[in-house]
C-alpha cells in the first residue's frame, strides 16, 4: 500500500569535514534505501559543501566521501535537494554542485535538484520523520 | 504514540544523552510506547561498562542498561561502534549491537522518530 510507506527526510546541515556526522549520515541514507521507504535528502546551510564538487581530502588524510554520493541515483535515492540561499550565501551555485549519478535512457548526468527554502518548507510538512546531519 | 528516539553524543561530554533519558522518562510517565533506542555516532559510547563516573554523579550506561531491563530495546549501531571500539564484550546488560537497518525499522514502526544530539 503505497500510502502507508512512510516519508523520511535526512537533512544535511554540517559541514561535509571536521566532524564524522555527515559521513556517518550517508552510510545511514545508503542503508534506508534499501527498505519500502520514501527517501529523500536535502543539503541545507553548511551541509551544502557536502554536494560540491572537486573536493579533495588527501591533505586532510582521511578518506573522502564524495564520490559515494556520485552513486545516490544508483541506489535508489533520487530525490536529492540542495537549498538555494545557503548555496548563494555560501558563493556556490549550480555549477558547483557534483554529479549524483546519470539517467539510465539518456546517460545525462544527475545533479541535486536547488530548491528554494518555502519549497522545502513545505516537503518538511508532509515528512513521517526528519533525521538530521 | 509511539516514539523510537536516536541519540548521536556520547556521555558526559554532551547534554544529549542525559536530555534523551529525561525525554524518555517522561514520554512513558505520559503513557507513550517506547519503540527502541538507538545509539549512533558517538553515542556508542554511552552503554559501555567500563565507565565510572564519580560515586556522588549520575551512572549514565547503567540508567540505559536499567531501562532496556524494562524491556525497551537498546540497539548500539555496529558500524559506529566497531569504529569507536565498542563491542559486546564492554556493553552493559540489555543492550545489543545491531545494524542500521534497526533503526530504519524503528523509524518506519514508530509515530516519530526523535533525534538527541547536535
Not at chain 1, 13 to 35: C, S
Not at chain 2, 50 to 57: F, H, N, T, Y
Not at chain 2, 66 to 72: D, E, P, V, W
Given at each position: 500500500?503505497?500510502?502507508?510507506?512512510?516519508?523520511i527526510?535526512?537533512?544535511?546541515?554540517?559541514?561535509?569535514?571536521?566532524?564524522?556526522?555527515?559521513?556517518?549520515?550517508?552510510?545511514?541514507?545508503?542503508?534506508?534505501?534499501?527498505?519500502?521507504a520514501?527517501?529523500?535528502?536535502?543539503?541545507?546551510?553548511?551541509g551544502v559543501?557536502a554536494?560540491?564538487?572537486g573536493?579533495?581530502?588527501?591533505?586532510?588524510g582521511?578518506?573522502?566521501?564524495?564520490?559515494?554520493y556520485?552513486?545516490?541515483?544508483?541506489?535508489?535515492?533520487?530525490?536529492?535537494?540542495?537549498?538555494?540561499q545557503?548555496?548563494?550565501?555560501?558563493?556556490m551555485?549550480?555549477?558547483?554542485?557534483?554529479?549524483?549519478?546519470?539517467?539510465?535512457?539518456?546517460?545525462?548526468?544527475?545533479?541535486?535538484?536547488?530548491?528554494?527554502s518555502?519549497e522545502?518548507?513545505?516537503?518538511?510538512?508532509?515528512?513521517?520523520?526528519?533525521?538530521?546531519? | 504514540m509511539?516514539?523510537?528516539v536516536?541519540?548521536?553524543e556520547?556521555?558526559?561530554?554532551?547534554?544529549?544523552?542525559d536530555?534523551a533519558y529525561n525525554?524518555?522518562?517522561?514520554?512513558?510517565?505520559?503513557?507513550?510506547?517506547i519503540?527502541?533506542i538507538?545509539?549512533?555516532?558517538?553515542?556508542?559510547?554511552?552503554?559501555t561498562?567500563?565507565?565510572?563516573?564519580?560515586?556522588?554523579?549520575r551512572?549514565?550506561?547503567n540508567?540505559?542498561s536499567?531501562?532496556?531491563?524494562?524491556?525497551?530495546d537498546?540497539?548500539?549501531?555496529?558500524?559506529?561502534?566497531?569504529?569507536?571500539?565498542?563491542?559486546?564484550?564492554?556493553?552493559?546488560?540489555?543492550?545489543?549491537?545491531?545494524?542500521?537497518?534497526?533503526?530504519t525499522?524503528m523509524?518506519?514502526?514508530?509515530?516519530?522518530?526523535?533525534?538527541?544530539g547536535?
Open positions: 500500500m503505497a500510502e502507508d510507506i512512510k516519508k527526510m535526512f537533512t544535511v546541515r554540517k559541514p561535509p569535514h571536521g566532524t564524522i556526522y555527515v559521513y556517518e549520515g550517508l552510510e545511514v541514507k545508503l542503508i534506508m534505501a534499501a527498505y519500502d520514501d527517501i529523500s535528502v536535502v543539503f541545507m546551510d553548511d559543501f554536494v560540491k564538487k573536493q579533495d581530502t588527501k591533505d586532510l582521511i578518506k573522502g566521501f564524495a564520490a559515494t556520485g552513486a545516490l541515483v544508483d541506489y535508489e535515492i533520487t530525490q536529492v535537494y540542495v537549498d538555494r545557503s548555496m548563494e550565501d555560501r558563493g551555485t549550480e555549477d558547483d554542485l557534483l554529479v549524483i549519478g546519470e539517467d539510465e535512457d539518456t546517460e545525462e548526468p544527475i545533479k541535486p535538484q536547488v530548491l528554494e518555502a522545502i518548507a513545505a516537503m518538511m510538512a508532509e515528512q513521517h520523520n526528519i533525521l538530521a546531519f | 509511539k516514539l523510537a536516536c541519540i548521536y556520547g556521555p558526559y561530554n554532551h547534554a544529549a544523552s536530555t525525554f524518555i522518562q517522561a514520554a512513558i510517565q505520559k503513557g507513550h510506547e519503540k527502541g538507538f545509539f549512533y555516532h558517538d553515542g556508542v559510547y554511552n552503554v561498562k567500563l565507565m565510572e563516573p564519580p560515586q556522588d554523579d551512572h549514565i550506561s540508567r540505559w536499567a531501562l532496556g531491563a524494562s524491556g525497551i537498546i540497539v548500539v549501531c555496529i558500524a559506529a561502534a566497531k569504529r569507536r571500539g565498542i563491542v559486546d564484550d564492554v556493553l552493559v546488560p540489555n543492550v545489543r549491537i545491531s545494524g542500521l537497518g534497526q533503526l525499522m523509524a518506519i514502526e514508530a509515530d516519530r522518530l526523535v533525534v538527541f547536535d
